[in-house]
């Protein structure tokens, strides 16, 4: 594969990754102020945040591996229509919107893995 088929695809790749982000995002923020809703009827008051797990454009867990190699940064993210929808609902309400990792606990030496965090309820 010559170096501009290679740029080409990884461009391809990124472009995919970022749809799919968006596409998740955009039905996040169709559902969150019900996803809170619930959190807050839960008895004892609810928890105070609800996390969203995220999954890459080949809807595996998104995993900061996938992220370094398509060389996507959070700002990338945090740009895409569907998250800015989701910040300005919850801006409003004095939410908070946190793209950060976690670990999965059950599979040993496995990257660190995204989610979307919602809280300050």
């Not at 496995?110 to 309820?121: E, I």
């Amino acid at each position: 594969m010559s170096a501009t088929n290679a740029k080409s695809g990884l461009a391809n790749e990124t472009n995919d990754l970022l749809t799919a982000l968006d596409r998740q995002f955009k039905a996040i923020s169709a559902r969150i102020m019900d996803d809170i809703a619930d959190s807050m009827r839960d008895p004892g008051g609810g928890n105070g945040f609800v996390n969203y797990f995220l999954t890459d454009h080949k809807d595996e867990a998104l995993a900061e591996a996938i992220l370094k190699q398509l060389q996507i940064d959070v700002k990338q993210i945090e740009s895409t229509p569907g998250f800015q929808k989701i910040k300005q609902l919850c801006d409003k309400k004095y939410y908070r919107t946190v793209f950060e990792f976690y670990l999965d606990f059950t599979r040993p030496g496995s990257s660190r893995l995204y989610k979307l965090t919602v809280d300050g309820w």
